[in-house]
Structure formats: C-alpha cells, structure tokens
C-alpha cells in the first residue's frame, strides 16, 4: 500500500472521454477540449500529477466492484457501455493515488467491472505507462491535437507556467 511522509502530489480527476474530439457533443461545446487542455497545463506544470478518467458516474451495477485502470482506451459509443463507475471508487482511486510512488506521472481510465474490489491499488498503478515528459497529452493519447490550432490564451498559458 502507499503512503506519504509529506505533501503529497496532486491527483486530479477529468473524464472517460478527454481525448477524443469526434462526437457531436464536443464539436458543438468543446468540453472535451478543454478538458484536455486543462489536462496539458496540470502536465507542463512540472509538479508531480496523476490524472485519472473515470467513466460514467454511477451507471454501474452493485457488483461492478472491480477497478481497471485502462490507457488509450478506444470504447466510444458515447454511453455507460463505455464503462461506469461509482462516485465512492473515484474517490478511493483518487485518495489511493496520493503519495503512491507508482501513481506518479500517469494518465488513465477509470472504470469498473463485476468482482470484488481489489484491497491495494499499487499493483494497478505499477502496471500503467508514465507519461512522456516531452508530450503535453498522456500516454496512449490520440495524435489528433495539435498545439498550432489551439486559442492563443493555451499557448500563452502554458509558456507562463
């Protein structure tokens, strides 16, 4: 199990669907964009980070209890078949990530399937793919973002960070 001795880095939650850009709902609002973006300043920033993706807020059954940190997940219908989790196992994920070494630097899907709830998340986080220091979005992302097409404020933001 990890633990923490002092401050532990920062462990922020955005969404399932951050990178992909193709659904009608984020050609005509753009959240997923912007969670994306929100994502590159949490990454250029330089501090320690875990970013986790959790799939559809309580869509689930009782017995999907089983976590699964997912990278470059493709599912995209757009709906819980996607993958759900509850709100309690976010924030357990969330809370596991504090001060866990193997958590450190990573992106990832959260979902959940039927079975029981794993005791230790380490062994889950130790398996995931760190992020690469010389790319804005996390590992498995999507090629489909370039930084020249974006506002001007998102260049200017991460050259101030």
């Known amino acids: 199990m990890c633990s923490w001795t002092a401050a532990p880095p920062p462990a922020t939650s955005t969404a399932r669907s951050s990178p992909p850009r193709d659904s009608p709902y984020n050609r005509r609002y753009q959240t997923n964009d912007w969670k994306r973006r929100s994502e590159w300043l949490v990454r250029a920033s330089g501090n320690e980070y875990t970013i986790v993706r959790p799939g559809w807020f309580g869509y689930g059954s009782p017995d999907e209890r089983r976590l699964v940190f997912l990278q470059g997940d493709g599912r995209r219908t757009s709906t819980p078949e996607d993958g759900a989790v509850s709100r309690d196992q976010i924030a357990r994920t969330l809370v596991d990530a504090l001060g866990c070494d193997a958590a450190t630097g990573k992106t990832f899907e959260l979902i959940a399937e039927r079975?029981?709830?794993?005791?230790?998340?380490?062994?889950?986080?130790?398996?995931?793919?760190?992020d690469a220091s010389s790319r804005l979005d996390g590992v498995r992302d999507e090629d489909n973002f370039p930084l020249s097409d974006q506002p001007q404020r998102v260049p200017a933001d991460l050259r101030h960070i």
């Open 115 to 130: 079975n029981e709830e794993q005791a230790d998340l380490t062994p889950l986080f130790a398996a995931l793919e760190p």
